[in-house]
């Protein structure tokens, strides 16, 4: 196992929160890397369904005139 240090600050809150909660800090953490994790599958499992609707718009210049002429 590896040991991770926080500021006291955060030690504080995370120690609050989980006795809010009624569970261990270690068990919070837990949670807390669980859902992280998850958000960003899905994050990530959103990027690659819009992927191939994406355009490059970088050398699209709008021209209202040439829009007025249609």
Known sequence: MQKVQISDDV????YELAK????SAMEL????VKAY???IAKRN?????FR???????G??????????R
């Not at 809010?20 to 569970?23: F, Q, S, W």
């Not at 499992?45 to 369904?49: A, M, N, P």
Request: net charge negative.
């Open 20 to 23: 809010v909660e009624h569970i």
């Open 52 to 58: 191939p609707y994406q355009k490059d718009m970088a």
């Open 11 to 14: 030690a504080s809150q995370l």
């Open 37 to 39: 994790k998850m958000e």
């Open 29 to 32: 953490i837990t949670q807390l």
């Open 60 to 69: 699209f210049k709008f021209s209202r005139e040439e829009a007025n002429e």
């Open 45 to 49: 499992e959103l990027k690659e369904f």
